[in-house]
Protein backbone atom coordinates (compact mmCIF):
# COMPACT_ATOMS: atom_id res chain seq x y z
CA UNK A 1 0.00 0.00 0.00
CA UNK A 2 3.36 2.34 0.70
CA UNK A 3 4.45 2.32 -2.47
CA UNK A 4 0.81 3.04 -4.24
CA UNK A 5 0.86 6.23 -2.49
CA UNK A 6 4.61 6.90 -2.79
CA UNK A 7 6.06 10.13 -4.69
CA UNK A 8 7.75 9.60 -7.95
CA UNK A 9 11.66 9.59 -6.98
CA UNK A 10 13.25 12.71 -8.58
CA UNK A 11 17.22 13.17 -7.99
CA UNK A 12 19.69 15.88 -8.89
CA UNK A 13 20.93 15.84 -12.85
CA UNK A 14 23.38 18.29 -15.01
CA UNK A 15 23.66 20.06 -17.80
CA UNK A 16 26.81 21.37 -18.80
CA UNK A 17 28.28 23.27 -15.55
CA UNK A 18 24.49 23.49 -14.14
CA UNK A 19 22.31 21.09 -12.23
CA UNK A 20 18.51 20.63 -11.48
CA UNK A 21 16.46 17.19 -10.84
CA UNK A 22 15.05 14.53 -13.13
CA UNK A 23 12.90 11.54 -12.39
CA UNK A 24 14.43 8.07 -12.96
CA UNK A 25 13.71 7.74 -17.11
CA UNK A 26 16.19 11.30 -17.01
CA UNK A 27 13.33 13.41 -18.15
CA UNK A 28 13.96 16.61 -16.63
CA UNK A 29 11.68 17.73 -13.81
CA UNK A 30 12.89 21.13 -12.82
CA UNK A 31 15.33 23.03 -14.70
CA UNK A 32 18.73 22.98 -14.77
CA UNK A 33 19.42 26.51 -13.81
CA UNK A 34 21.66 25.67 -10.36
CA UNK A 35 24.89 26.38 -9.73
CA UNK A 36 24.86 23.46 -7.23
CA UNK A 37 21.81 20.55 -6.14
CA UNK A 38 21.15 18.26 -3.11
CA UNK A 39 18.86 15.38 -3.05
CA UNK A 40 15.15 15.65 -2.08
CA UNK A 41 14.53 15.52 2.13
CA UNK A 42 10.80 14.74 1.56
CA UNK A 43 8.87 17.47 -0.02
CA UNK A 44 11.91 20.00 -0.21
CA UNK A 45 15.92 20.46 -1.51
CA UNK A 46 18.15 22.43 -0.88
CA UNK A 47 19.93 24.24 -4.19
CA UNK A 48 22.46 27.13 -4.92
CA UNK A 49 20.81 29.57 -6.81
CA UNK A 50 22.78 31.94 -8.90
CA UNK A 51 22.68 34.23 -5.18
CA UNK A 52 24.92 31.44 -4.53
CA UNK A 53 22.93 31.14 -1.28
CA UNK A 54 21.43 27.66 -0.36
CA UNK A 55 17.82 27.59 -1.00
CA UNK A 56 15.05 25.03 -0.67
CA UNK A 57 12.39 24.49 -3.10
CA UNK A 58 8.95 21.83 -3.80
CA UNK A 59 9.01 19.09 -5.94
CA UNK A 60 7.10 21.80 -8.39
CA UNK A 61 10.17 23.82 -8.39
CA UNK A 62 8.53 26.48 -6.11
CA UNK A 63 11.28 28.14 -4.31
CA UNK A 64 10.22 28.05 -0.66
CA UNK A 65 13.25 29.85 1.80
CA UNK A 66 16.78 31.35 2.04
CA UNK A 67 18.84 29.44 4.29
CA UNK A 68 21.26 32.67 4.43
CA UNK A 69 23.93 29.90 4.18
CA UNK A 70 27.05 30.64 1.78
CA UNK A 71 27.64 27.72 -1.16
CA UNK A 72 30.39 27.18 0.20
CA UNK A 73 28.70 25.78 3.79
CA UNK A 74 26.60 23.17 4.43
CA UNK A 75 23.18 23.64 3.95
CA UNK A 76 20.91 23.27 7.51
CA UNK A 77 19.64 20.33 8.44
CA UNK A 78 16.12 20.17 10.54
CA UNK A 79 16.21 20.02 14.32
CA UNK A 80 13.27 18.48 16.07
CA UNK A 81 11.18 18.60 12.54
CA UNK A 82 11.89 22.25 11.73
CA UNK A 83 14.95 24.34 9.82
CA UNK A 84 16.06 27.53 11.84
CA UNK A 85 17.08 29.55 9.88
CA UNK A 86 19.19 33.00 11.59
CA UNK A 87 20.43 36.12 10.06
CA UNK A 88 21.27 40.23 10.61
CA UNK A 89 18.99 42.35 8.76
CA UNK A 90 19.84 45.91 8.11
CA UNK A 91 16.45 47.51 9.46
CA UNK A 92 14.85 44.24 11.40
CA UNK A 93 18.28 43.60 13.12
CA UNK A 94 18.40 39.89 14.09
CA UNK A 95 16.03 37.80 12.93
CA UNK A 96 15.01 33.90 13.17
CA UNK A 97 12.78 31.99 10.92
CA UNK A 98 11.39 28.85 11.15
CA UNK A 99 10.02 26.08 8.46
CA UNK A 100 8.60 22.79 8.28
CA UNK A 101 9.67 19.64 6.75
CA UNK A 102 7.36 20.96 3.46
CA UNK A 103 9.63 24.40 3.31
CA UNK A 104 6.23 26.16 5.19
CA UNK A 105 7.02 28.76 7.88
CA UNK A 106 5.75 28.48 11.11
CA UNK A 107 5.34 30.41 14.26
CA UNK A 108 6.97 29.16 17.28
CA UNK A 109 4.98 30.00 20.66
CA UNK A 110 8.52 30.48 22.29
CA UNK A 111 12.08 30.23 21.93
CA UNK A 112 11.80 28.28 25.13
CA UNK A 113 9.93 26.11 23.50
CA UNK A 114 12.94 24.77 20.74
CA UNK A 115 14.63 23.13 23.95
CA UNK A 116 11.63 20.70 24.56
CA UNK A 117 11.18 17.57 22.86
CA UNK A 118 8.56 18.80 20.62
CA UNK A 119 8.20 21.98 19.06
CA UNK A 120 4.63 23.80 19.36
CA UNK A 121 4.18 25.70 16.32
CA UNK A 122 1.44 27.74 14.18
CA UNK A 123 1.42 27.57 10.61
CA UNK A 124 -0.17 30.06 8.16
CA UNK A 125 -3.74 29.95 7.84
CA UNK A 126 -5.73 32.06 5.20
CA UNK A 127 -8.84 32.67 7.21
CA UNK A 128 -7.17 33.75 10.37
CA UNK A 129 -4.80 35.81 8.19
CA UNK A 130 -7.83 37.77 7.03
CA UNK A 131 -9.51 37.92 10.50
CA UNK A 132 -5.95 39.74 11.40
CA UNK A 133 -6.62 41.95 8.48
CA UNK A 134 -10.03 43.20 9.40
CA UNK A 135 -9.09 43.68 13.42
CA UNK A 136 -7.26 46.79 12.24
CA UNK A 137 -10.36 48.16 9.61
CA UNK A 138 -10.86 51.37 10.10
CA UNK A 139 -7.16 52.31 11.70
CA UNK A 140 -5.68 55.72 10.34
CA UNK A 141 -2.76 55.20 7.11
CA UNK A 142 0.79 55.59 9.23
CA UNK A 143 -0.68 54.64 12.83
CA UNK A 144 1.68 52.56 14.62
CA UNK A 145 3.80 51.87 11.53
CA UNK A 146 1.03 50.70 9.82
CA UNK A 147 1.77 52.22 6.26
CA UNK A 148 0.59 49.76 3.02
CA UNK A 149 3.50 47.32 3.45
CA UNK A 150 3.72 47.83 7.37
CA UNK A 151 0.25 46.60 7.13
CA UNK A 152 1.04 43.58 5.32
CA UNK A 153 3.99 42.82 7.41
CA UNK A 154 1.48 42.88 10.40
CA UNK A 155 -0.90 40.39 9.06
CA UNK A 156 1.84 38.04 8.42
CA UNK A 157 4.16 38.55 11.34
CA UNK A 158 1.50 36.36 13.85
CA UNK A 159 2.27 33.54 11.11
CA UNK A 160 6.21 33.27 11.57
CA UNK A 161 7.22 35.55 8.37
CA UNK A 162 9.27 38.15 7.88
CA UNK A 163 8.57 40.37 4.93
CA UNK A 164 10.75 43.16 3.42
CA UNK A 165 10.36 46.30 4.61
CA UNK A 166 8.92 48.29 0.89
CA UNK A 167 6.06 47.41 -0.85
CA UNK A 168 8.74 46.77 -3.80
CA UNK A 169 10.35 44.77 -1.87
CA UNK A 170 7.60 42.39 -0.84
CA UNK A 171 6.71 42.23 -4.26
CA UNK A 172 9.59 40.27 -5.19
CA UNK A 173 8.61 37.18 -2.62
CA UNK A 174 6.81 34.00 -3.33
CA UNK A 175 5.88 33.76 -6.71
CA UNK A 176 3.94 35.92 -9.04
CA UNK A 177 0.79 34.25 -10.53
CA UNK A 178 -1.71 34.83 -13.10
CA UNK A 179 -4.80 36.72 -12.44
CA UNK A 180 -7.21 33.98 -12.86
CA UNK A 181 -5.57 32.33 -10.05
CA UNK A 182 -5.95 34.34 -7.77
CA UNK A 183 -7.64 33.34 -4.59
CA UNK A 184 -8.10 35.03 -0.89
CA UNK A 185 -4.50 35.16 0.99
CA UNK A 186 -2.55 36.28 -2.59
CA UNK A 187 -0.82 39.76 -2.37
CA UNK A 188 -1.89 42.16 -4.82
CA UNK A 189 -0.15 45.20 -6.24
CA UNK A 190 -0.42 48.69 -7.67
CA UNK A 191 1.18 51.29 -9.64
CA UNK A 192 1.14 55.04 -8.11
CA UNK A 193 -1.01 57.96 -8.91
CA UNK A 194 -0.41 58.12 -12.84
CA UNK A 195 -2.02 55.84 -14.86
CA UNK A 196 0.45 53.26 -16.50
CA UNK A 197 3.00 53.71 -14.09
CA UNK A 198 4.35 50.47 -13.87
CA UNK A 199 6.59 51.42 -10.41
CA UNK A 200 5.08 49.03 -7.62
CA UNK A 201 3.64 51.69 -5.44
CA UNK A 202 0.81 49.82 -2.96
CA UNK A 203 0.22 46.06 -1.88
CA UNK A 204 -3.06 44.74 -0.47
CA UNK A 205 -4.39 41.40 0.70
CA UNK A 206 -6.96 39.63 -1.13
CA UNK A 207 -10.11 39.31 0.97
CA UNK A 208 -13.04 37.00 -0.88
CA UNK A 209 -13.18 36.32 -4.74
CA UNK A 210 -16.44 35.57 -6.88
CA UNK A 211 -15.26 34.66 -10.34
CA UNK A 212 -12.59 37.35 -11.79
CA UNK A 213 -13.58 39.44 -9.33
CA UNK A 214 -11.90 40.09 -5.54
CA UNK A 215 -12.20 42.07 -2.54
CA UNK A 216 -8.89 43.39 -1.20
CA UNK A 217 -7.93 44.91 2.07
CA UNK A 218 -5.37 47.66 2.39
CA UNK A 219 -3.60 50.63 3.93
CA UNK A 220 -5.25 53.32 2.02
CA UNK A 221 -3.64 57.29 2.35
CA UNK A 222 -6.80 58.83 2.65
CA UNK A 223 -9.07 56.31 4.54
CA UNK A 224 -7.00 53.86 6.49
CA UNK A 225 -7.49 50.18 6.55
CA UNK A 226 -10.26 49.74 4.54
CA UNK A 227 -11.39 47.14 1.62
CA UNK A 228 -11.89 47.94 -2.37
CA UNK A 229 -12.82 45.89 -5.17
CA UNK A 230 -10.65 45.05 -8.07
CA UNK A 231 -13.41 46.55 -10.38
CA UNK A 232 -13.35 49.90 -8.20
CA UNK A 233 -12.61 52.93 -11.09
CA UNK A 234 -8.95 54.19 -9.37
CA UNK A 235 -7.72 50.69 -8.47
CA UNK A 236 -8.62 48.87 -12.03
CA UNK A 237 -6.41 50.49 -14.22
CA UNK A 238 -3.60 50.41 -11.56
CA UNK A 239 -3.34 47.02 -11.11
CA UNK A 240 0.16 44.98 -12.12
CA UNK A 241 0.20 41.93 -10.22
CA UNK A 242 -0.30 39.51 -7.41
CA UNK A 243 1.97 37.10 -5.81
CA UNK A 244 1.19 34.29 -3.73
CA UNK A 245 3.58 33.51 -0.62
CA UNK A 246 3.23 30.55 0.95
CA UNK A 247 -0.45 29.13 0.99
Not at 2 to 18: D, K, M, V
Not at 56 to 63: K, N, P, V
Not at 159 to 165: H, V, W
Request: proline share 7%; hydrophobic share 35%.
Amino acid sequence: MGELFAQPRIRPCRSGELYGYCDESGKVIIPQIFQKTGPFQGNIAPVVRDDMYWWFLDREGIFRFNTRRWSDQMPPEPDKGLYIIRYFDPIFAHVTEYYNKNGLPVKVWSEDSTNADTIVYKIFNVQDAIAIAKSKMGTPYGQNSMDCSGYIRFIFQPFGITLPYFAREIATTGREIKPEQIKPGDLVFYGGSMVGDMTVNHVGLVTSLVGKKFDFIHASTSKGVIINKNTDPYYKPRFLFARRLFN
